[in-house]
């Protein structure tokens, strides 16, 4: 029975830490497959939501692909926001995960992990609300550092999706209206 049990407390954190790192570099490597979804619309924008999300600080073009779908006259930009916004909020639970998975392996914190745990200590749920808003990737450190502190997963993705949304519709409006501008700084 402790055999179990100690099993349990040292593989599955390591385990779903490789797992996110796993998912992170896969993701990284098909990057040009993840704009190739925005031709699918608003399931394409969720989709891209979602695996741009789901990658742990390495860039995947989600951003400028969502930004493009503005652009698009058959979508409604706000529409396209919140697909985009609910599947990466959805996409954040791999850092969230690995923060969870990884708490007792998460000894020697950096500055800017720090900084954010002490917000999310201080403020809670309106820390992940403004993480999740701003137009920074502080927002994949935030979920690790959730993760890390035990949040409640429920709670994390209900107070991160109004966030997420506020920035994913701004950026999809603004490529509704700036796209033309946009490309006029490139013709």
Same mark, same amino acid.
């Given at each position: 029975?402790?055999?179990?049990?100690?099993?349990?407390?040292?593989?599955?954190?390591?385990?779903?830490?490789?797992?996110?790192?796993?998912?992170?570099?896969?993701?990284?490597?098909?990057?040009?497959?993840?704009?190739?979804?925005?031709?699918?619309?608003?399931?394409?924008?969720?989709?891209?939501?979602?695996?741009?999300?789901?990658?742990?600080?390495?860039?995947?073009?989600?951003?400028?692909? +969502?930004?493009?779908?503005?652009?698009?006259?058959?979508?409604?930009? /706000? !529409?396209?926001? @919140? %697909? $985009? #916004?609910? &599947?990466?909020?959805?996409?954040?639970?791999?850092?969230?995960?690995?923060?969870?998975?990884?708490?007792?392996?998460?000894?020697?914190?950096?500055?800017?992990?720090?900084?954010?745990?002490?917000?999310?200590?201080?403020?809670?749920?309106?820390?992940?609300?403004?993480?999740?808003?701003?137009?920074?990737?502080?927002?994949?450190?935030?979920?690790?550092?959730?993760?890390?502190?035990?949040?409640?997963?429920?709670?994390? +993705?209900?107070?991160?999706?109004?966030?997420?949304?506020?920035?994913? /519709? !701004?950026?999809? @409006? %603004? $490529? #509704?209206? &700036?796209?033309?501008?946009?490309?006029?700084?490139?013709?």
């Amino acid at each position: 029975m402790a055999e179990g049990h100690w099993l349990r407390k040292q593989i599955i954190p390591i385990l779903t830490v490789l797992l996110a790192v796993a998912i992170t570099i896969v993701l990284f490597v098909f990057r040009d497959k993840v704009s190739a979804l925005g031709d699918y619309g608003y399931l394409g924008a969720f989709l891209v939501g979602l695996i741009s999300c789901a990658t742990i600080i390495l860039p995947v073009p989600g951003i400028v692909v +969502l930004f493009a779908l503005g652009a698009d006259p058959n979508l409604n930009p /706000v !529409l396209v926001g @919140l %697909a $985009g #916004a609910t &599947g990466g909020v959805i996409g954040e639970m791999t850092g969230f995960i690995a923060g969870y998975g990884g708490r007792k392996m998460i000894q020697r914190k950096g500055r800017l992990y720090t900084m954010v745990e002490n917000w999310m200590k201080r403020w809670g749920g309106w820390a992940i609300f403004a993480f999740a808003a701003a137009p920074l990737p502080l927002f994949d450190i935030a979920g690790v550092v959730a993760g890390a502190l035990g949040y409640p997963v429920w709670k994390f +993705l209900l107070i991160a999706w109004p966030g997420k949304s506020i920035k994913y /519709v !701004l950026l999809v @409006l %603004a $490529g #509704a209206w &700036g796209w033309e501008t946009v490309l006029g700084w490139f013709g």
